[in-house]
């Protein structure tokens, strides 16, 4: 009677085959690093805009330069101190960028820009160095 199972040369015909897959699909993902981070940075910089938009539906104005983009995780004491603001807030926390710095926010009240320094962490720069900014999309 044959017993039920994988001999080792089936087992190993399956490992050769995984690693030839992986060694092919690894550069093309691998490679992708860092426009991933462009994306999750410009995503994260949608989602805030709607927090700040919301923020504004509900107070008239954005959130100060000052009270920043902690003003849509708890409720600013700094004027010009809304006079609704959702209980709950409008984010857990503040998020940071793909490459865990700050996000950028400055506001007169009317208007606003939010932007990432990129992977650099420093003005300026080309490619994923670049900056992503609020008004370029």
């Known amino acids: ?8 040369i089936e087992i190993l015909v399956v490992v050769m085959i995984l690693g030839l897959l992986i060694s092919l699909a690894a550069p093309r993902i691998i490679g992708r690093t ?15 805009e709607e927090g700040l938009n919301l923020y504004r539906l509900d107070s008239g104005i954005y959130p100060s330069t000052e009270q920043g983009l902690a003003g849509l995780v708890t409720k600013p004491t700094s ?7 959702r209980e709950d807030g409008y984010f857990e926390r503040v998020p940071l960028d793909p490459w865990n710095n700050d996000f950028i926010y400055a506001s007169d009240g009317r208007s606003y820009v939010l932007r990432s320094l990129g992977s650099d962490g420093e003005e300026g720069g080309d490619g994923v160095d670049a900056d992503i900014d609020s008004r370029d999309f």
């Open 79 to 85: 004027p010009p101190v809304p006079q609704r603001w």
């Open 34 to 48: 860092d426009e991933a981070r462009v994306v999750k940075a410009m995503a994260d910089i949608r989602a805030l």
């Open 1 to 8: 009677m044959r017993e039920k199972g994988f001999t080792l």
